[in-house]
C-alpha cells in the first residue's frame, strides 16, 4: 500500500511566521501536486511538480519535489490569515491501465491574525 | 468555465437509511472520481470513472455503496443501508485526458448519519 505521510498534522501560527509542511513515502511517484482545502470547500490545485529537485514559486509559496521523487515540501513566508486551510499533498503513480492520484494525510494549518 | 457542482450540500440521515448524492463533472472532462473524506484527513478514493466505464472501485464497499455514471458525464454515488461511520464529506472530482490527472474538485457533499 503506497503512504503519504505529511507533517505536521496541525500548526498554528502567527501572522507573519515562516513554516514548511512535508510530504514523504517510500514510494516513487511520477510527478506531485499540493492541494488546499479551505472549510466547506472541495481542494484546490495549488502546483505540480514533475522533475525530481524542481522548485517551484507561487508568490509567497515555494513548492520542491525530492531528488528520488520521494517526497516534497511546501514552505510559506510570512504566513497570512488567508493561507488558513488544510494542505494536502497527492502522489502520482502508473497503476497498469491507468494513472492513480494518491492523497496525504493532510496538514491543518491556522494563521492568527 | 462552469466547475464541478454537487448535491445536496448537506444531508442528514439515519442509520439504515439510503441517500443518493449527484455531481455534475466539467464540461469535456473524461475522468470522473468520487471520494470519501473524514474530517481534517485526506480524501480516500472510492471510484474512478472513465467516460462511462470503472477503472478503480478496489476501495468501494460494494455491499452498500454503487455509483454509475450512465452516460458519460453526470453521476450518482448512492450509499443503502447507511451506517454510522459513512458520516464523512462525500467528493467529486474530474480531470481531463493528457494532464497529469490534476482534479478539479467539487464543493462536497457533508453526509451525517444518526
Known amino acids: 500500500t503506497q503512504l503519504l505521510e505529511q507533517s505536521p498534522q496541525f500548526l498554528s501560527i502567527q501572522e507573519g511566521e515562516n513554516l514548511t509542511v512535508y510530504c514523504n513515502s517510500s514510494?516513487?511517484?511520477?510527478?506531485l501536486q499540493w492541494y488546499r482545502q479551505e472549510p466547506g470547500e472541495g481542494p484546490v490545485l495549488l502546483v505540480t511538480v514533475v522533475t525530481g529537485g524542481e522548485v517551484k514559486k507561487l508568490k509567497r509559496l515555494t513548492f520542491q519535489f525530492g531528488d528520488a521523487r520521494k517526497d516534497s515540501s511546501l514552505h510559506i513566508t510570512a504566513a497570512q490569515p488567508g493561507d488558513t486551510g488544510l494542505y494536502l499533498c497527492a502522489g502520482l503513480t502508473y497503476g497498469g491501465a491507468t494513472n492513480k492520484l494518491i492523497f496525504g494525510t493532510g496538514t491543518l494549518l491556522a494563521v492568527q491574525p | 468555465e462552469a466547475g464541478v457542482a454537487q448535491s445536496p450540500r448537506y444531508k442528514i440521515i439515519e442509520k439504515r437509511q439510503s441517500v443518493a448524492f449527484w455531481c455534475n463533472p466539467i464540461?469535456?472532462?473524461?475522468?470522473l472520481y468520487w471520494y470519501q473524506q473524514i474530517l481534517g484527513q485526506g480524501p480516500k478514493l472510492l471510484i474512478q470513472?472513465?467516460?462511462?466505464?470503472?477503472?478503480?472501485d478496489s476501495q468501494l464497499p460494494k455491499d452498500r455503496f454503487s455509483a454509475e455514471r450512465l452516460k458519460g458525464v453526470d453521476s450518482t454515488l448512492k450509499i443503502q443501508p447507511a451506517k454510522l461511520e459513512d458520516s464523512a464529506v462525500y467528493l467529486c472530482?474530474?480531470?481531463?485526458?493528457?494532464?497529469?490527472?490534476?482534479?478539479?474538485f467539487g464543493p462536497g457533499t457533508r453526509l451525517t448519519v444518526l
Open positions: 472530482a474530474s480531470s481531463s485526458e493528457g494532464s497529469y490527472n490534476e482534479q478539479f
Open positions: 514510494s516513487v511517484f511520477s510527478s
Open positions: 464540461s469535456g472532462h473524461a475522468t
Open positions: 470513472f472513465q467516460n462511462n466505464g470503472v477503472v478503480d
